[in-house]
């Protein structure tokens, strides 16, 4: 019965987060909205609205370990995997812009993190809490990203001469977000539809997931960082790949930092703006794993490759994810 939940509420999520995205891109695109800032907020918002779910789903339900192991666990799947697998399809290219800045800052959100879940090492405290103060400041610093996510599209819309090749990577980037247009009914019934999946799926996969764990005998940190982290990130690992088979792998790169920024800053700062999450399964080894990955991304893209992500390393990084669930599962036995 438990598998039936999860495999049921994974697939509502899918189903939920692709109508959501679909009717608010539809309905962006009819108030004029450019397709490059719809890529850049409600597609990236779709392809994270599942970990959004279920971390919110979890938080409300009392189990912090899924709702935080979700997040790191999907990260770390995101860094290490879904690039990994890309670039073993075809070497990915990464954009200066990227490796610059977004990838540190990809960095920066994963050791604010660390910070955050580590109350008893810095303030001595009886235990480790994401509290809802810790919550609002990722918020606002998910509203940073934001704006800056729109000046770089702004700027995208109306390139300068001497920065032709950053207007031909918009140009790529409009013409890969393509947007369903419907009618405005049909928008609004998707659009309800969509977020009905997303709620429901959400309840069903966290109790299915939560059952699983009570039955195997493991925890829920756990299941949080392999099951939910691997089943939540579908959306992003299919996007990746697509893009890799039509000869785009560079979008991957984006795909993740951005998913992962969003992830950090608004999926656990809505989830813990709602409920302090306790953490009693996340340790800092999970932690400092989620730090070492974004650093291993961006070392792969500026000193080995020339701004390339080769096969090779593509390997390297689908072999440390599977060293880490290994390590995951010897602990856990």
């Known amino acids: 019965m438990d598998i039936l939940l999860l495999i049921g509420g994974l697939l509502l999520i899918l189903l939920g987060a692709n109508g959501l995205t679909d009717g608010a891109s539809s309905v962006a695109k009819r108030f004029n909205i450019p397709n490059i800032v719809i890529g850049l907020t409600i597609v990236a918002f779709g392809t994270s609205a599942p970990e959004l ?32 697998c890309t670039a073993m399809f075809a070497p990915i290219v990464v954009q200066r812009n990227t490796l610059l800045k977004e990838i540190p800052l990809c960095i920066l959100a994963s050791l604010a993190l660390l910070i955050m879940g580590n109350d008893m090492l810095l303030d001595k405290s009886g235990e480790n809490v994401i509290s809802i103060t810790d919550g609002l400041i990722l918020l606002c610093f998910m509203a940073i990203f934001l704006s800056y996510t729109f000046a770089i599209a702004r700027s995208g819309l109306t390139p300068s001469p001497e920065k032709s090749g950053e207007s031909d990577g918009s140009a790529a980037a409009e013409e890969e977000t393509e947007i369903k247009e419907m009618p405005l009914w049909r928008s609004l019934i998707y659009i309800v539809a969509g977020l009905a999946g997303l709620i429901y799926g959400g309840q069903f996969f966290v109790d299915g997931a939560s059952g699983i764990a009570r039955s195997l005998g493991v925890s829920e940190s756990i299941i949080g960082l392999t099951l939910v982290a691997g089943g939540t990130s579908l959306p992003e690992l299919a996007t990746s790949i697509v893009a890799a088979l039509k000869k785009n792998p560079e979008i991957a790169i984006g795909n993740v930092v951005g998913s992962n920024l969003f992830n950090i800053f608004f999926v656990l700062g809505c989830s813990a703006s709602i409920t302090p999450l306790h953490l009693a399964g996340i340790n800092n080894t999970d932690l400092l794993v989620l730090v070492g990955s974004s650093i291993l991304l961006w070392l792969f893209g500026v000193f080995f490759g020339k701004r390339i992500i080769t096969r090779v390393e593509g390997a390297i990084l689908i072999a440390c994810y599977v060293g880490y669930t290994a390590w995951l599962i010897y602990n856990a036995a």
């Open 53 to 84: 779910a279920v971390s919110v789903s979890s938080a409300l339900k009392g189990s912090a370990d899924i709702a935080v192991g979700n997040v790191v666990g999907s990260n770390i799947f995101n860094a290490l995997m879904i690039v990994g």
